[in-house]
């Protein structure tokens, strides 16, 4: 897979977070590409749900998107 092609990616997996947790600003979002533990902790924060059930929701949208090895942050 080439950058453009990675780049794509990424961008459909970051508009799939922003449809799943409204709640996300863009910065927020921004967390993931290279601090995921903060981008968890912000999900979690937002929309009141625990821990694992965040991190269990970021792995299937990360999965159904073919998106998590894409980035530095998977």
């Known amino acids: ?3 453009e092609q990675a ?4 961008k ?3 508009g799939e977070f ?3 947790f409204g709640k996300l ?3 927020d979002i ?3 590409e290279g601090k995921r533990d903060q981008f968890v902790g912000k999900v979690v924060e937002l929309h009141g749900i625990a821990k694992e059930d965040a991190e269990k929701k970021i ?3 990360e999965d159904a998107c073919g998106c998590g090895s ?3 942050a998977a």
């Open 1 to 3: 897979m080439n950058n």
């Open 7 to 10: 780049d794509g990616k990424l």
């Open 12 to 14: 459909q997996l970051k």
């Open 18 to 20: 922003k449809e799943a």
């Open 25 to 27: 600003t863009d910065n």
């Open 30 to 32: 921004m967390l993931y």
């Open 59 to 61: 792995k299937a949208i």
């Open 70 to 72: 894409t980035t530095k």
